[in-house]
């Protein structure tokens, strides 16, 4: 079992930037392979991004490469995602999961085993 809490998120004017976080606790975190998500109001939950256990690799939805970084601090057990230029339509509720049996990083939520409760991140035109 391992417990997710987002935070950093906030309402900016387009064009900013915002700095999200993403705290684990209980088992082992560099176990885990980590993804962010997001959701829209009236939408299906939709990938962000991806990094694997050691942080080697990454993987990115083509709405965020380019904008976003994703990181992670073993030591710490966060993992960030760094959101620069944003635009309106990255508004959301955005959910850091963990994802312990895939060896390949994944994009389908269905993979994940451990979501958050999801941090509101805004953008005003």
């Known amino acids: 079992q391992v417990q997710l809490v987002e935070s950093g998120g906030g309402l900016v004017q387009a064009g900013g930037s915002l700095r999200l976080s993403c705290a684990a606790s209980?088992?082992?975190?560099?176990?885990?392979?980590m993804g962010w998500f997001r959701q829209a109001p009236g939408k299906e939950r939709e990938f962000v991004a991806a990094i694997s256990r050691s942080g080697g690799n990454t993987y990115y939805a083509d709405s965020a490469k380019g904008r976003f970084t994703i990181s992670r601090d073993n030591a710490k057990n966060t993992v960030d995602l760094q959101m620069n230029s944003l635009k309106p339509e990255d508004t959301a509720l955005y959910y850091c999961?963990?994802?312990?049996?895939?060896?390949?990083?994944?994009?389908?939520?269905?993979?994940?085993?451990?979501w958050g409760q999801g941090t509101q991140v805004t953008v005003s035109s």
């Open positions: 209980g088992r082992t975190f560099s176990r885990y392979a």
């Open positions: 999961a963990a994802d312990f049996f895939n060896t390949a990083l994944s994009s389908r939520a269905i993979e994940y085993d451990y």
